[in-house]
Nanobody, 123 residues
Framework: QVRLVESGGGSVQAGESLRLSCAVS????????VAWFRQAPGNDREAVASITTGGGKTYYDNSIKGRFTISRDNAENTVYLQMNSLKPEDTAMYYC????????????????WGQGTQVTVSS
């Protein structure tokens, strides 16, 4: 059974940084994807970044390009989201999600989800 556990959220000022972690267990094989989504109150869940667990191919939403970096440590079974230059509009619940196969940017394409971690950025 695949399990995802996020950590690293918190409350920061605009311009500061946070690093989110997603501990992955039970995801077998190399042809799979782990993604970060976020959801602010009243908004749909949107894809932020994703990475293939095998080749490390990444995707970034335009709203965070140049500020966020997704990475993986296969030895530690952890996927990270380094978030720099945070803005108030980055405030949301951040979720880690996983699927077998290629990465997708649509939430309903991911059958496996973590519980989420809150990120709050104040101006």
């Amino acid at each position: 059974q695949v399990r995802l556990v996020e950590s690293g959220g918190g409350s920061v000022q605009a311009g500061e940084s946070l690093r989110l972690s997603c501990a992955v267990s039970g995801l077998t094989g190399m042809y799979s994807c782990v993604a970060w989504f976020r959801q602010a109150p009243g908004n749909d869940r949107e894809a932020v970044a994703s990475i293939t667990t095998g080749g490390g191919k990444t995707y970034y939403d335009n709203s965070i390009k140049g500020r966020f970096t997704i990475s993986r440590d296969n030895a530690e079974n952890t996927v990270y989201l380094q978030m720099n230059s945070l803005k108030p509009e980055d405030t949301a619940m951040y979720y880690c999600a996983a699927r077998y196969g290629e990465c997708r940017q649509i939430a309903n394409q991911y059958p496996i989800w973590g519980q989420g971690t809150q990120v709050t950025v104040s101006s």
